[in-house]
């Protein structure tokens, strides 16, 4: 069983960046690979980002390539959401997500959850 804990989520402005982590326990980290997502109030759950369990494979959601940078650190048991040139519309709330599966984007293709950390930017 893996437990995540998203932090780094906050207020910014439009143009801001903010860096979120994602700490894993419970599990061999280095076995799965590891996924961001987004949720608006109203809107379905939206991939955006996803790394291998190297970390030598990424894959962006077209609608994030990049704004947005994954990366992990499997030493620190952590996954990072690099967000810069952030807009009003990149408002929610940001979830990691942990999979055996290889750089998949569909959320029932993930196994594993955190709680979420809220993303506000103002305009």
């Known amino acids: 069983q893996v437990q995540l804990v998203e932090s780094g989520g906050g207020l910014v402005q439009a143009g801001g960046s903010l860096r979120l982590s994602c700490a894993a326990s419970?599990?061999?980290?280095?076995?799965?690979?590891m996924g961001w997502f987004r949720q608006a109030p109203g809107r379905e759950r939206e991939f955006l980002a996803a790394?291998?369990?190297?970390?030598?494979?990424?894959y962006y959601a077209e609608s994030v390539k990049g704004r947005l940078t994954i990366s992990r650190d499997n030493a620190k048991n952590t996954v990072y959401l690099q967000m810069d040139s952030l807009k009003p519309g990149d408002t929610a709330v940001y979830y990691c997500?942990?999979?055996?599966?290889?750089?998949?984007?569909?959320?029932?293709?993930?196994?594993?959850w955190g709680q979420g950390t809220q993303v506000t930017v103002s305009s």
């Open positions: 997500a942990a999979t055996v599966r290889y750089l998949v984007v569909a959320p029932v293709d993930y196994e594993y």
């Open positions: 419970g599990g061999t980290f280095s076995q799965y690979a």
């Open positions: 790394i291998s369990w190297s970390g030598r494979s990424k």
